[in-house]
């Protein structure tokens, strides 16, 4: 089946550690996002790629990080800087092909990351 | 810089009757899209509608279809004959030369049975 696999569905953390949320795609998409989701707020950027070994930060960037060594995968590390990591984390694909903007964005299923 | 704004953060509404979502997108291009997603409490973000910004005819996906008022910066969702299956929270976004979408804070739809 085509999709978007998010792994795991839950995280714990303990403070001061990084922990690592994985996103695999099987669409052939080039572009990939990171998003987290807060109560009562929409979703904010955390990262982005949209070519393999290239990727930008987004407006929340800050305490996390990211690699693109293939075009399945957009791993994104949450680091011990991050000081509010609580959150659902969503990760998204578009395929670049036809006109820039026009594309649907493909959800994974999400991670609930929860500090302890 | 775009903006989108769903000002209404819970609407409620009967089951089989019609609901009206609001959301405003502003931008300086005059060229963009806008979506509205659908998160039911699976979480699992769906597409429900896309409308272009130069197409001047309101798309229409089933039950579900917008009222788009470029001048008033307005792109609402109605949706008509609403079902259980609906209830879910629903979020605008919007997207201009690039592959990058800004999003509402969302609205929450609870269905009446």
């Known amino acids: 089946d085509g999709g978007i696999t998010q792994s795991p569905k839950y995280l714990f953390r303990k403070e001061g550690q990084n922990v690592t949320l994985s996103c695999e795609q099987n669409l052939n998409h080039d572009a990939m996002y990171w998003y987290r989701q807060d109560p009562g707020q929409g979703l904010r950027l955390i990262y982005y790629?949209?070519?393999?070994?290239?990727?930008q930060k987004g407006d929340i960037a800050e305490g996390y990080s990211v690699s693109r060594e293939k075009k399945e995968s957009f791993p994104l590390t949450v680091t011990s800087a991050q000081k509010n990591p609580t959150a659902f984390y969503l990760c998204a694909t578009v395929s670049s092909s036809g006109v820039a903007g026009y594309n649907e964005q493909f959800f994974g299923p999400g991670t609930r990351l929860t500090v302890l | 810089a775009q903006t989108v704004t769903q000002s209404q953060p819970e609407m409620s509404v009967q089951e089989a009757e019609t609901v009206t979502l609001s959301c405003t997108y502003d931008t300086s291009e005059s060229d963009y899209y806008l979506f509205w997603y659908k998160q039911p409490p699976s979480r699992q973000m769906i597409l429900v509608i896309r409308q272009e910004a130069y197409k001047q005819q309101n798309a229409t996906e089933n039950r579900f279809s917008v009222n788009f008022q470029k001048a008033a910066k307005s792109f609402s969702l109605k949706i008509s004959d609403s079902q259980l299956g609906d209830a879910a929270m629903y979020f605008c976004a919007g997207a201009d030369s690039n592959y990058q979408l800004i999003w509402g804070a969302g609205t929450k739809l609870i269905i009446k049975p």
């Open positions: 790629s949209q070519i393999v070994n290239d990727f």
